[in-house]
């Protein structure tokens, strides 16, 4: 797959449809592969720690979630056609095995959430195999408990909804321990699919506003939307200094 090198991490120029087949692909290897799906405000932190962009770019597959990415794309003149963002990823790889004896694992939330998510998803995608929940609060010395609940699960996938970085470390950490096909990094997609939170309407995801919904919706959220204009700025600044694949 071809790929854009945005302040030094390498994201791959893949559409929704692309990223879901190609995970597909990944249940025939006998490994772990990882999937992350960083906005503009995860790249901004990869900027400032290479160990986490290192981390990014160990992945077997990283999308573009959010405009800002994609316009940053097109301004190194290497543009990428969409944005695949992990939550609509997930909706395709769902709907692709639910009639497959492909199981999935749900990890992440607060608690009880999981569970919800579990129960919705079997209700919109009939014949899916969820085979396993646990939520994202847990103590350090729990990771291996976790681990092993969910290689004793069956799961060949797992959605690992802990929020970036943490999703990210934890799954690049357990790499060499998870028997699952995929582990896929997606944020906060479980609540999505819980109904415990809402995505932006379709006007604001299809005109790249998505972060002014959740501003609207979230205020306390300024400080962090902060990094939108800094990477902007810092893509046109520096992001030539980055070789190209």
Known sequence: ???VNILGVNVDMVTIDEAADKILTFFDEDKLHSVFTPNSEIIMAAYRDRDFAEILNSSDLLTA???GVVYASKMLGKPISERAAGYDIACKVLDKIKDTDHKLFLFGGKPGVSEIAKEKLEEKYKGIKIVGTRNGYFKED???GIVDEINKSGADIVFVCLGAPKQEK???KHK???KPRVAMGIGGSLDVFA???LRAPD???KHGLEWFYRLKKEPWRIG???DLPKFAVTVMLHGRKYKQN
Request: glycine share 8%.
């Open 1 to 3: 797959m071809d790929k």
């Open 65 to 67: 979630d959010g405009i």
């Open 142 to 144: 729990e990771e291996a």
């Open 170 to 172: 934890w799954i690049a």
């Open 176 to 178: 060499d321990e998870l």
């Open 195 to 197: 109904g415990t939170a």
């Open 203 to 205: 006007f604001y995801c």
């Open 224 to 226: 962090r939307m902060m």
